[in-house]
């Protein structure tokens, strides 16, 4: 069975649901750059989280980012989703490298 919607994804424990934020492919100047040159970037938004994880006390610990946050992640690693065309990752919230401010 193929997922339809991202939205009946809720992620699990202290996994997060992200997707990759697509670089411009248009310079600041107006100069439309080829698919080719244009590297994958490390900032996604976070579209989902889990409860958090359990602690040994079985107390829950808060996740570090929420939905609608921009963080930083890494250039590989977590797990693939896939729906329709678009493409989600699934990370682990001690995975998440930063929260990006703004």
């Known amino acids: 069975m193929a997922l339809r919607n991202i939205k009946n994804l809720a992620p699990l424990l202290d996994r997060v649901l992200v997707q990759r934020i697509k670089p411009e492919a248009k310079t600041a100047s107006g100069i439309f750059l080829p ?3 244009v590297k994958e970037m490390n900032e996604a938004k976070v579209l989902a989280t889990g409860p958090g ?5 079985g107390k829950r610990i808060a996740m570090g980012v929420a939905s609608g946050d921009k963080v930083l992640i890494p250039q590989y690693g977590g797990s693939p989703v896939k729906v329709g065309e678009e493409e989600y990752h699934l990370f682990r919230d001690s995975e998440i490298l ?3 401010n703004e």
């Open 35 to 37: 698919e080719s040159s």
């Open 53 to 57: 994880a359990m602690d040994k006390d």
């Open 98 to 100: 930063a929260k990006i």
